[in-house]
Structure formats: C-alpha cells, structure tokens
C-alpha cells in the first residue's frame, strides 16, 4: 500500500482543523468500536472525513499530536470495522500519510466517507448520526424516520454528459479553493476521491458543476442560478408591480451566494419605510438572518427542479423561493429540531473554504430566528408551497400593533388605516380596523370628526393614558 508523504505545513493544518459536521480526529490506539461509531455517523449524515493517529489537543500541540502507526498493518482492524463490522459494509476511501522528514512520527490513515442511501449500524446494531461535532445515537422511531429520509439518490451526483474533468481542472474557482485545501492534491486526484467524477467515463457530476464552473448553468441540464427581484407593493407580486427586469446571478456557488446578496442587500437599503415619528428610513435586515437563508436555499434546493433560487423584495418583506420542498423526513414543525440535506456534496464542499458560507452546519434557520428578534422584528416565517420552500424576512416591528399606533399618535395628530398598515405590517385593512376598535374601546383613542370612508382617521381621546396604561386597560376592559 503507498503512502503519501505530505509537508509539515500540511500536517498542522490536518492536526489544528476543527471537529466539525464533517470532520473528526481520534488516536491510532482507538478501538473499532471508535471508528465504527464515527463511520456510521457519517455515512448516516452528509459523509465526511475522519483521520486516525491524530491525538487529542488536550495531549499536545503541534507536531506531538501527530501519533500514527508505526506499520500499515496496525490499521487493518479499521478496514475490518468499515467492511466486516459495520451493517451494511460502509463504502469508503482512504489514504496513508506520513510527514516528510517525521518518520518516527509513524503512519496516519485518512478516511472519506460518502453519505450512504442505507442506514448503517455498528456491530452492536447501534445506529448513529452526525450532529456538529459529536455523533449521537439514534432510538425507535428516530431510526425509522432516517430510513424514511435515505429514499432517492441526489440529483447533485447526476453525469454531465459535457463537463469532463479537463474542463473542471481549468476552473478558476477550484484553483481557488484548493490554494486553501488540505492537504495539497492536484484537481483530478481531488475530484476522484470526492466522487465529483465518474472513474469510468471521467465525467463530471452536477455537484462538481454547481461548487466550480464559471456558469454552471451552461453545463446542467436544469437551471441553477439566483433571480433577484424587486417588488413596489406589499401584497401578492404581479408583472405590473417589479420596479425593473430581475437580475441574475450566476456563478460557483460560493461567488453566486456572496454576489446575490450583496445586491439584495443593496436594493433592500433603497427601499424607505415609514417610522413611529413620521420619518422614512432605508429597509434594514441583520445580515446573518438573510445570509442564512439564502445559503439554506442554495445548498438544500433540488438541482432536478428546472428553477432559479428567486429572491423578492417587497415594501415590506423579503422572501426566498427554493426549489424543492423540505426533504426527506422533513416538517416544519421540524425546521429548528432535526436536519436534513438533499445535497450533501454541496453541503460538505462548501463548508472546506476557510471562512465556510454554511459555517453551523444545522443552525442557519435558527441563527436567523435568532437575530431577527435580536433587531426586534418578527421571526422568519416557513411555508411549503406546492414544490418550493418558501422563507419570509417580514419587516415588521416586534412591538404589539397597539403600541406602534400609539407610538406615533404621541408626534402626530391623527392616523390613517394605510399609515398603521405601513407601520406594523399588516396587510388587512379589516385586520387594522380591529386594531383601532380595541383601541377605542380601552379608551385610548377616538374618530376624527368628520372623516370618513377612505379618509376616516383616528386621533388620541381625551384623557388617554398612552402606551403606558395600554396593558392595563386592555386586560381589565370587557370590551376587548
């Protein structure tokens, strides 16, 4: 068996990587036990990386952690584990590495797994997936929902009859990525041991397409780029409504993301919303929040749907249309509880760039959650429709209705149904008349004088306590 000698720089990149999603390090005296329980977590999962004869950090630092097997043969219980061990036999790759110049050092052996279509167990019939960093167990009916999610092979594996591995050694986006990528290898060993090309034929498949061609959709059969769309209204889009033709983006899929938002960002910002004290100012969204969905819509869309990744911007919302419903075993009362990715290439690829796009891998709908409350605006909002997964970025403040209304009748002497509307996000007219009555009926405002129909307004009453005595009038009011 060769062994491949790499650099020290190469090995301290190896040794100092992060355990992540897809990578894991243990010691050459692990048992197979270890490396059952970590294989069948990957394979159960998005596939990804172990090396074995790397110690702990807590043991050393440096080259002193690098601690491999004095003979190739020491191994060989690992192999037993991945084909002989482990229900079904786990189909794998590997290699042995050694430090040039550090052969006392010994062997290490690196082992690339592939997110498998069956559900693997270990010997002890127990079964594993990977969540972040750790590999977690799997009881009852968590195991028959993973062999209700291993249904269908990715379309992302799809050979592309006129993309060969020549034309993907000559992208300018792998030189990029693999300027960075340890260890060193050149495109084609990469693109092999990754499965981004068939042996046999040396064609490329999709997933190689969509993280590296120039425009990859000029080699897929199906469309794959990102529509970026502006919209002057607030309700339902219509042809009548976009402010100018939509922009596409194309590109490897890290540039495409980065690209896509750094122009809806841009037109976000133009768009003026209608504050408390009667001024306007630019649409702002936390960058996190659009950034994680976004990137959740590029690397879980399905690449068999014929579509773009549209992204509208509306007067008062952001939404992101991604092809494909949720997969797998996937609900949406599951969103924040489980995960499930239908492009596991992509997955793993893109989070191997030094600064990852898809960083928390599993977190990225939640990290959006989150820091929309933080801006105080309302939380994202999840649909399934017909064939799309569809996110909302409402931008609409995370005070009560009542309060915004009463906010900005403290500056100004009346307010419209429209006004309130613009102010709090609601779409309804009937909706925001309900708003007004419980109002009027705590005694906190009254009807202009005079002003009715589509130029009815309302005003503070007389006597009104204000925000301040809003919670308890609506508590202790029967009229509400």
């Not at 020290?8 to 992060?18: P, T, Y």
């Not at 498998?116 to 972040?132: C, E, F, N």
């Not at 792998?174 to 290898?185: D, E, Q, R, V």
């Not at 402010?243 to 690209?259: C, K, N, W, Y």
Request: hydrophobic share 40%.
């Amino acid at each position: 068996m060769d062994i491949r000698f790499i650099s020290v720089e190469d090995a301290l990149l190896l040794i100092d990587r992060q355990e992540s999603q897809f990578w894991d390090h243990k010691s050459a005296s692990s048992g197979g036990g270890v490396v059952q329980k970590i294989a069948v977590a990957l394979a159960n999962t998005d596939g990804g990386e172990f090396i074995l004869g790397v110690e702990d950090a807590a043991t050393g630092n440096g080259l002193d952690r690098w601690v491999g097997y004095q003979q190739i043969e020491d191994s060989n219980y690992a192999h037993q584990s991945l084909t002989a061990d482990v229900t079904p036999a786990i189909p794998y790759s590997y290699e042995y590495l050694s430090i040039d110049g550090e052969a006392s050092r010994g062997v290490s052996l690196l082992v690339r797994i592939e997110k498998a279509i069956d559900v693997h167990a270990t010997a002890g019939r127990k079964v594993y997936v990977r969540r972040g960093a750790s590999s977690h167990e799997l009881h009852g009916q968590q195991i028959s929902d993973l062999q209700l999610a291993k249904g269908a092979k990715s379309f992302e594996d799809q050979l592309l009859s006129e993309y060969s591995v020549a034309d993907l050694e000559a992208e300018a986006e792998l030189t990029h990525f693999l300027s960075t990528y340890s260890p060193s290898t050149d495109a084609r060993h990469f693109a092999r041991r990754e499965r981004l090309i068939d042996r046999e034929s040396v064609q490329c498949r999709l997933a190689a397409a969509v993280m590296f061609a120039e425009v990859p959709s000029a080699v897929s059969p199906k469309r794959c780029a990102i529509k970026v769309s502006r919209y002057n209204t607030t309700g339902a889009p219509h042809r009548d409504h976009l402010a100018s033709a939509p922009l596409t983006v194309e590109g490897p899929v890290r540039s495409m993301i980065e690209d896509a938002l750094l122009k809806t960002t841009e037109i976000v910002e133009s768009v003026k919303v209608l504050q408390p004290d009667g001024s306007h100012v630019p649409m702002k969204y936390p960058p996190e929040a659009l950034k994680e969905i976004v990137v959740n819509a590029v690397i879980h869309r399905d690449y068999n749907i014929s579509d773009d990744v549209h992204i509208s911007i509306f007067d008062n919302r952001v939404e992101v249309r991604s092809p494909g419903g949720l997969p797998g075993q996937m609900t949406l009362d599951l969103l924040f509880k489980e995960r499930a990715s239908r492009n596991p290439k992509v997955l793993r690829l893109l989070n191997r760039y030094p600064v990852p796009l898809n960083q928390d891998i599993g977190e990225g709908l939640r990290t959006a959650r989150d820091k929309m409350l933080e801006a105080k605006l309302r939380e994202p909002r999840f649909a399934v429709e017909g064939n799309y997964f569809v996110a909302t970025l409402p931008h609409e403040r995370l005070a009560r209705p009542e309060e915004i209304v009463l906010e900005y009748l403290q500056g100004h002497g009346e307010i419209t149904n429209k006004i309130a509307r613009d102010l709090t996000g609601i779409q309804s007219e009937n909706t925001m008349k309900e708003v007004f009555y419980s109002l009027r009926n705590v005694g906190q405002i009254e009807r202009v004088p005079g002003k009715q129909g589509n130029k009815a307004a309302w005003q503070m009453a007389a006597g009104a306590g204000g925000a301040a005595a809003l919670d308890f009038n609506l508590q202790h009011n029967s009229g509400t």
